[in-house]
């Protein structure tokens, strides 16, 4: 199993917990909202950096998409506009979750809210070369829409 290492920012509220699977099929671990100070309201067509209050030490050749939450875009329209976000292995800084609010009402993010969700992937680097010619594929150079109408 893969483990990746988590500090508290300074100020995080440490009893809200690491992030953490709900149930043993999820893919994706919950993560919450960690606003000591006070919840974070977001107006209609607005969008807010919410902090996690967690760094991370992604290993070496995996990311943490950060993915939105079904229920959150469904029941009131919130959404994570750059979805899924990578945080890359390299990055040591407080996990922020962009979160937008496309719904018609001001949303308020409280405090221990479970606000998007974290996805560990493999994300290998590869080399880029020039080639004369690609291979063919039956699909070739269609576009967007291209493999069927629905």
């Known amino acids: 199993m893969t483990t990746i290492k988590c500090t508290w920012a300074a100020g ?3 009893a809200l917990g690491l992030p953490e699977y709900a149930t043993t099929g999820a893919a994706g671990a919950d993560l919450r909202a960690n606003l000591p100070e006070g919840p974070v309201r ?3 067509m607005a969008r807010a950096l919410v902090s996690t209050g967690l760094h991370m030490e ?3 050749g995996f990311e943490v998409q950060i993915r939105p939450r079904s229920g959150l875009a469904l029941k009131q329209g919130i959404m994570l506009p750059n979805s899924p976000g990578t945080i890359d292995s390299d990055y040591r800084g407080v996990v922020g979750v962009i979160v937008l609010n496309a719904g018609t009402e001001p949303f308020e993010v409280t405090h ?4 998007a969700q974290m ?4 994300a290998p680097q590869v080399a880029f070369e020039i080639a004369e010619t690609l291979d063919s594929t039956d699909r070739a150079s269609g576009g967007f829409g291209s493999t069927g109408e629905t």
């Open 42 to 44: 977001i107006a209609p």
């Open 58 to 60: 992604i290993p070496q």
């Open 119 to 122: 996805v560990v992937a493999p």
């Open 12 to 14: 995080a509220d440490q």
């Open 112 to 115: 221990g809210m479970r606000i």
